[in-house]
């Protein structure tokens, strides 16, 4: 249904309203808005925005506010823009570097220094344009200046508090919170306002999230909103307790789930950067320095790993044809070459006809999962006739997390321990392959102990009765 045209003089008045709203820390009185308009409010021109209403009846007490979403984009949006611009910048310092050790290579150094200069040009655009100057770094030179910080007031820590508890009760359903949605409550929202003048909340927020000592926040900037996920020091077993093959599998489960809830909640958002990647909780846990992570990432057939035209490196999942053409084309190869060796060794037409047979039986079975970290072929092996795979759900996982609180694994070499206590009654698995399951979204994934791989199964929500029955 489309929506009626407003008339010009409401839709001036809203714009009005718009930037008093943002002036004011995102809300105000009914009363005072049509005081400082100095003129009649055009019926339309709260169109758009949260109205409150005063416990009195009292319509000019009215609480009139942004919603989280203008919040996030009017307060906290221009913010947000330079950091990304700053992360930009800073990426192509780095090209610019790398590119002038090239001796032999003197048009890409040229090309990418000018490129270097016109991001320059375009942050300082853009300072301008967002009333930044003169300009403070809003990335790298925040983060140096947290150990120079004044202790935290009562205030910040109350509004400390109240962010990590939004974060811990969304977190229970989602691993990502987005800046809007915690916004969305009143306390934090008018708390934000009480920030020193020109620091965003997600700035603040980057100086202060450690300070509190019992839990990091980690942020992805998304350019108009930001991710912000919280890890609580009680978490996972640090990583100088783990071989390398455990972290390296670790590091495979890690890099995956993050990248599909990337995906899944920003389809259009083209990976995440090798920056980004770092922070987030379950990686940096690992302890994996950026050329370690870089070679480990190499290895994995989910993920690839290219640059950007500004000389960022990001990380993306592999579209799943991408990923079964290139097993498919290393399975018929295998394929060819033990048939071949077959008709070699049995001269005999009859032995020669039972090799191939034998060969291509065993290229057809879920064998090629130890050596495959593909979704689809990890599935692919399990067949319709084993749905009881998809028999997990959430509440049976919180269940089972209740019966069994000291036994609940962190890590793979874990999981692998305690497959009988937790799967007991599953059809089993190809050889080298266990079951983990998610403490963040209750799902079930498939992890090849020898070659890193990791499938994900999505798991209907409707079979409780069914798993319990099983387990």
Not at 41 to 57: C, E, M, R, Y
Request: glycine share 6%; proline share 5%; aromatic share 6%.
């Amino acid at each position: 249904m489309r929506l009626p045209a407003i008339p010009d003089a409401a839709l001036e008045q809203h714009r009005k309203i718009e930037k008093m709203l943002a002036g004011a820390g995102g809300e105000l009185r009914l009363g005072t808005v049509e005081q400082l308009l100095n003129t009649q409010l055009h019926k339309q021109a709260l169109t758009g925005f949260a109205i409150s209403p005063s416990a009195d009846g009292d319509r000019l007490k009215d609480l009139v506010r942004l919603t989280a979403k203008q919040a996030c984009q009017l307060l906290e949006g221009p913010s947000l823009q330079m950091a990304y611009l700053e992360d930009q910048y800073f990426a192509l310092g780095d090209a610019v570097l790398q590119a002038g050790l090239d001796f032999d290579n003197e048009e890409r150094f040229r090309n990418t220094f000018e490129d270097f200069l016109a991001k320059r040009e375009e942050l300082r655009m853009a300072a301008r344009r967002n009333a930044f100057i003169p300009y403070v770094p809003r990335t790298r030179a925040a983060k140096r200046s947290r150990k120079d910080l004044p202790p935290m007031t009562q205030f910040e820590k109350n509004l400390l508090q109240d962010i990590q508890r939004v974060l811990k009760a969304r977190q229970a359903s989602q691993s990502w919170i987005s800046l809007s949605e915690l916004l969305e409550d009143p306390v934090i929202r008018r708390a934000r306002c009480k920030l020193p003048r020109g620091l965003a909340l997600w700035e603040w927020l980057s100086l202060r999230c450690g300070d509190s000592g019992d839990a990091e926040i980690t942020m992805v900037n998304e350019r108009s909103d930001m991710l912000l996920q919280m890890v609580t020091a009680s978490g996972p077993a640090d990583a100088l307790q783990m071989t390398l093959e455990e972290r390296k599998q670790e590091l495979s489960l890690a890099v995956f789930e993050t990248l599909a809830i990337l995906q899944r909640n920003f389809p259009d958002g083209g990976g995440l950067s090798l920056e980004d990647l770092q922070q987030v909780p379950a990686v940096a846990r690992l302890q994996f320095g950026r050329p370690a992570l870089q070679q480990a990432l190499s290895r994995m057939k989910t993920v690839k790993v290219f640059a950007r035209a500004d000389g960022q490196q990001m990380v993306q999942l592999r579209p799943a044809a991408e990923v079964l053409g290139k097993e498919g084309a290393n399975g018929r190869a295998s394929s060819t070459q033990e048939t071949k060796e077959s008709e070699k060794s049995k001269p005999d037409k009859l032995a020669a006809k039972d090799a191939a047979t034998n060969s291509q039986s065993k290229s057809t079975r879920p064998s090629s999962l130890s050596t495959s970290g593909s979704t689809r072929q990890a599935m692919q092996g399990f067949g319709p006739h084993r749905e009881k795979e998809s028999m997990c759900c959430r509440e049976w996982w919180l269940d089972r997390q209740q019966q069994l609180p000291d036994r609940v694994p962190v890590t793979v070499e874990g999981w692998r321990r305690v497959q009988d206590q937790f799967f007991k009654g599953w059809p089993p698995l190809p050889d080298g392959w266990i079951r983990v399951i998610s403490r963040s979204t209750g799902k079930v994934f498939f992890v090849d102990q020898h070659g890193g791989g990791v499938g994900q199964l999505e798991l209907p929500q409707d079979v409780t009765a069914t798993v319990q029955s099983a387990s």
